[in-house]
């Protein structure tokens, strides 16, 4: 990921001049495929441009650091708003912006949650890797190359379609025909239910068997898509839609030798967010020092030039354990969902509660810090790289998945029980034995709090609740527990698993592009 770093604070004014800011307005011919791609560079450029921008927190325009961009923003990221829209979360910023988010009732003109994913233009991006694959196949390069850049295109076309899918359901996904004829303005549906997971997991499988298992921290190709990455996208697909037999595959492939993934066992000089707690292997999977550490499956990579903006948007000003890094007091984890974690679990400690700042009086919320606050240039940034996935959610859906698919949880095969085990030891909590799970719905229940709690503002808890089929009442349950502001949300009649699409896309689709229920 460093040299695509240096590359896109230059190549993005130069690619975008190369085509239009819509992508749907493109026009292929403008661009003159005799001279402009020729070489490696200019793929690898093409790539950088049109693949891993939106994966970054740069700017579509190329005007520089801008941590309110990419999907993955400290300040509003599809983990953000997935967590938020779930049991755990919720912003003190008021319920104007985000209370339908957080009460599960998002209006097709909601802003988090329905438009802003589109107002940050993440959706041209299909069409332009679409067109990057068609511009690089006709290239007189390498072939291994070449085979590796036109990989990374579809791992991003399966990863982005997979965050869209699990968001919105299908999309409009253009096709080359109708890229390459933008004076038409021709307004295409969505894909079926069908055609959206077939578009996911056929680009997803191409991409896992053409590139590298993993790159290590130390190789200058680290934060490019990996084999293992399109593996982890397809073990979160597949267990969305069910597909536990699957799910299994991934999981397992996962497990193999070749990738080196492990779970961070080994606390380092990490403590949390308290500086005399004594050090947990916990806190250290989010530490300067162990950055890039065996756990991490793919994780946005910052340095110097972009930075992540996570601490402001959840400490409050004067708190002592900031370590020098400003409070703006927004997002928060709510009473009733920190009340759920056992005592003696170490992650406790990366979390600001009254039990590490008892002057705070945090009544209304604790701060889900998590990462080492370390800033970078300033109060309000930091360049710690943002782990997106990791080993722990791979193997806790594998033992999800092997229960699921009829296999045993009760520890007669010890592998469902062994996988989440090794989660909780390294949390510092005793293990669950056979005569702790009383059936395997008990189970799944023991097994996806623990995720909650290992993976809290990591945007796997909506994800959670929806597979299980307890979305809706959680939400509910969430609505009417008296939060600030909530008033205005109670006893809601019903809530959706997915959200609505934004009102202008389905004003500018004429009838031909349908609206998600709300």
């Given at each position: 990921m460093n040299k695509i770093k240096l590359y896109l604070a230059v190549l993005l004014p130069v690619i975008m001049a190369l085509q239009s800011c819509e992508l749907e307005s493109e026009v292929f011919n403008d661009i003159n495929t005799s001279i402009y791609p020729t070489t490696e560079r200019d793929a690898r450029?093409?790539?950088?441009?049109?693949?891993?921008?939106?994966?970054?927190?740069?700017?579509?325009?190329?005007?520089?650091e801008n941590v309110y961009q990419g999907i993955f923003s400290g300040a509003n990221g599809f983990h953000l708003l997935a967590d938020m829209a779930s049991?755990?979360?919720?912003?003190?910023?008021?319920?104007?912006?985000?209370?339908?988010?957080?009460?599960?009732?998002?209006?097709?003109?909601?802003?988090y949650g329905s438009t802003i994913i589109y107002d940050k233009g993440y959706h041209r991006f299909?069409?332009?890797?679409?067109?990057?694959?068609?511009?690089?196949?006709?290239?007189?390069?390498?072939?291994?190359?070449?085979?590796?850049?036109?990989?990374?295109?579809k791992c991003g076309l399966g990863f982005l379609g997979f965050l869209f899918y699990d968001w919105y359901g299908p999309v409009v996904i253009p096709d080359l025909e109708t890229l390459k004829a933008p004076q038409e303005a021709k307004i295409l549906p969505r894909l079926s239910e069908d055609a959206m997971k077939t578009f996911i997991e056929t680009?997803?499988?191409?991409?896992?068997?053409?590139?590298?298992?993993?790159?290590?921290?130390?190789?200058?190709?680290y934060g490019r898509f990996?084999?293992?990455?399109?593996?982890?996208?397809?073990?979160?697909?597949?267990?969305?839609?069910?597909?536990?037999?699957?799910?299994?595959?991934?999981?397992?492939?996962?497990?193999?030798?070749?990738?080196?993934?492990?779970?961070?066992?080994?606390?380092?000089?990490?403590?949390?967010?308290?500086?005399?707690?004594?050090?947990?292997?916990?806190?250290n999977i989010f530490s300067v020092a162990?950055?890039?550490?065996?756990?991490?499956?793919?994780?946005?990579?910052?340095?110097?030039?972009?930075?992540?903006?996570?601490?402001?948007?959840?400490?409050?000003?004067?708190?002592?354990l900031?370590?020098?890094?400003?409070?703006?007091?927004?997002?928060?984890?709510?009473?009733?969902?920190?009340?759920?974690?056992?005592?003696?679990?170490?992650?406790?400690?990366?979390?600001?509660?009254?039990?590490?700042?008892?002057?705070?009086?945090?009544?209304?919320?604790?701060l889900p810090v998590k990462y080492e606050i370390n800033t970078t240039g300033g109060n309000t940034r930091s360049a710690l790289d943002w782990i997106v996935y990791r080993y722990a959610d791979a193997i806790t859906l594998l033992a999800e998945a092997i229960v699921r698919n009829g296999g045993d949880f009760s520890g007669g095969s010890p592998e469902p029980l062994d996988l989440l085990n090794q989660v909780r030891t390294r949390a510092g909590l005793t293990v669950y034995t056979a005569?702790?799970?009383?059936?395997?719905?008990?189970?799944?229940?023991?097994?996806?709090?623990?995720?909650?709690?290992?993976?809290?503002?990591?945007?796997?808890?909506?994800?959670?609740?929806?597979?299980?089929?307890?979305?809706?009442?959680?939400?509910?349950?969430?609505?009417?527990?008296?939060?600030?502001?909530?008033?205005?949300?109670?006893?809601?009649a019903k809530i959706y698993d997915r959200m609505p699409l934004p009102q202008s896309l389905i004003t500018e689709g004429q009838g031909i592009i349908e609206q998600n229920p709300y």
């Amino acid at each position: 990921m460093n040299k695509i770093k240096l590359y896109l604070a230059v190549l993005l004014p130069v690619i975008m001049a190369l085509q239009s800011c819509e992508l749907e307005s493109e026009v292929f011919n403008d661009i003159n495929t005799s001279i402009y791609p020729t070489t490696e560079r200019d793929a690898r450029d093409l790539i950088t441009g049109n693949v891993y921008t939106p994966f970054t927190t740069v700017a579509f325009d190329g005007t520089g650091e801008n941590v309110y961009q990419g999907i993955f923003s400290g300040a509003n990221g599809f983990h953000l708003l997935a967590d938020m829209a779930s049991d755990i979360g919720f912003c003190n910023w008021g319920t104007g912006t985000w209370g339908a988010l957080e009460f599960g009732q998002v209006q097709p003109t909601t802003q988090y949650g329905s438009t802003i994913i589109y107002d940050k233009g993440y959706h041209r991006f299909f069409g332009k890797m679409l067109l990057t694959i068609d511009r690089i196949q006709g290239l007189d390069i390498d072939a291994d190359v070449k085979a590796r850049y036109i990989a990374e295109a579809k791992c991003g076309l399966g990863f982005l379609g997979f965050l869209f899918y699990d968001w919105y359901g299908p999309v409009v996904i253009p096709d080359l025909e109708t890229l390459k004829a933008p004076q038409e303005a021709k307004i295409l549906p969505r894909l079926s239910e069908d055609a959206m997971k077939t578009f996911i997991e056929t680009n997803l499988k191409e991409a896992a068997a053409v590139l590298p298992a993993t790159y290590a921290h130390s190789d200058p190709e680290y934060g490019r898509f990996t084999a293992g990455l399109a593996h982890m996208v397809l073990l979160k697909f597949y267990m969305q839609t069910q597909q536990w037999g699957k799910a299994i595959t991934e999981g397992k492939e996962l497990m193999k030798p070749e990738y080196g993934y492990q779970l961070v066992t080994d606390p380092g000089n990490a403590t949390g967010v308290d500086p005399d707690a004594t050090p947990t292997a916990y806190a250290n999977i989010f530490s300067v020092a162990n950055e890039g550490n065996s756990e991490t499956i793919w994780a946005v990579n910052y340095n110097s030039t972009y930075k992540n903006e996570w601490f402001p948007n959840v400490l409050m000003g004067g708190c002592p354990l900031n370590n020098g890094a400003a409070g703006w007091d927004g997002y928060k984890i709510i009473p009733q969902f920190f009340a759920t974690f056992e005592a003696g679990d170490q992650r406790r400690n990366t979390i600001i509660s009254n039990e590490n700042w008892p002057e705070g009086n945090l009544s209304d919320g604790v701060l889900p810090v998590k990462y080492e606050i370390n800033t970078t240039g300033g109060n309000t940034r930091s360049a710690l790289d943002w782990i997106v996935y990791r080993y722990a959610d791979a193997i806790t859906l594998l033992a999800e998945a092997i229960v699921r698919n009829g296999g045993d949880f009760s520890g007669g095969s010890p592998e469902p029980l062994d996988l989440l085990n090794q989660v909780r030891t390294r949390a510092g909590l005793t293990v669950y034995t056979a005569a702790d799970i009383a059936s395997k719905d008990d189970f799944i229940a023991k097994l996806l709090m623990e995720r909650a709690h290992e993976f809290y503002f990591e945007g796997v808890r909506r994800q959670d609740l929806i597979r299980d089929g307890k979305y809706e009442e959680t939400m509910k349950w969430k609505c009417n527990l008296g939060l600030s502001g909530s008033a205005s949300f109670a006893n809601p009649a019903k809530i959706y698993d997915r959200m609505p699409l934004p009102q202008s896309l389905i004003t500018e689709g004429q009838g031909i592009i349908e609206q998600n229920p709300y």
